[in-house]
């Protein structure tokens, strides 16, 4: 095993030592996510041409400091109580259900039904600091350092989405469907790389 492969494990070894008190499910996921991130990263530099002892400082400044890192995922982790993992579920879920429900009961209102969903889950976002959902969050589990932003950002981005749904459902033009799509994909696109170029780091 080469230095950077101890550095990893250990690293990755602190950091389950760490997430002790989470479900062993999510603990082991962020861990393995986590480590994948840990090589792909070195793997980037080292085709870069940098020695190991560069690679190593680069890491101590781009990675978050172990205490940073485990109190980000534990404050973003289902809680540990059976009452509390359920509570959690509901708030998740019940929205989504109630909405798809809606949405078969009312056909022609569906997009003022899906932007109400979006504007819940934007809500729970800022408040609740839900991010893992997200995928710039879920692709740098470990560098991250923002995570009060990304909400904030999330919480917009979610509630932009739901506005474009609710024009949607009011205006009528030549390539509606096509607009509507595309406007989508710039917003979510544009979200993710800005959360992943600025504040993944």
Known sequence: MDQLETI????????EERLARIQKV???????EVKDHLYSFVQDYKSQGLTDAEIEEKIQQEFLSMDELAEGIM????????HHRMKKNYTLILPLI????GIFAFPDHQELLIALMLFIYSYLVVTKKM???????RKNPGRVKHHEKVSQLGSIYLFLLGMVFIIGQFVTMTNENLIFLSVIVFISLSFF?????????
């Open 26 to 32: 999510h603990r082991e996921n962020v861990v393995e």
């Open 8 to 15: 990893i494990s250990n690293y990755t070894a602190e950091l």
């Open 193 to 201: 790389f800005y959360i992943n170029r600025m504040l993944a780091r």
């Open 98 to 101: 109630a909405g798809s429900l």
């Open 75 to 82: 404050s973003s982790s289902p809680k540990n109580s059976l």
């Open 131 to 137: 991010t893992w959902g997200f995928a710039a969050v």
